[in-house]
């Protein structure tokens, strides 16, 4: 009996462990400075990639993911819609379209890899 007792605290904290691993994605706060550096070079680069004559804009985040690499690798997870704001005009905040069917919702997964201390920040894959 005590023997299954061990078993299942070693299998309990093998399981933590595995949670926590170097490597890993986990999820982390939106509120990140990294993680909002991160949305927003992937906002300018999804709106630079458009053929749409309106800029896009995040209107939630669903889930933020952080792997430490070579640097940080964000799996960014939102809900897109589109603004009133033209590409061409430099604004500093845009409203979303007045009617809800102008606004076309839709949800990307932007993962961006960022080295800070060299100034460099990619994004490697966008899926919308």
Request: proline share 2%; charged share 20%; net charge neutral.
């Amino acid at each position: 009996m005590a023997w299954k007792m061990v078993l299942c605290f070693l299998s309990a904290l093998f399981a933590v462990e595995a949670s926590m691993l170097v490597g890993g994605f986990r999820d982390i706060d939106v509120k990140d400075e990294g993680v909002q550096n991160a949305l927003n070079f992937a906002v300018v680069q999804h709106n630079r990639g458009t053929n749409d004559m309106y800029l896009h804009q995040v209107a939630e985040v669903v889930k933020a993911q952080v792997q430490v690499v070579a640097g940080m690798k964000y799996i960014l997870t939102v809900k897109m819609e589109k603004t009133a704001c033209r590409k061409n005009v430099a604004i500093e905040q845009c409203d979303t379209q007045s009617r809800p069917s102008n606004a076309q919702p839709y949800q990307c997964t932007f993962t961006v890899w960022s080295r800070p201390w060299m100034n460099d920040i990619r994004l490697q894959e966008e899926k919308c």
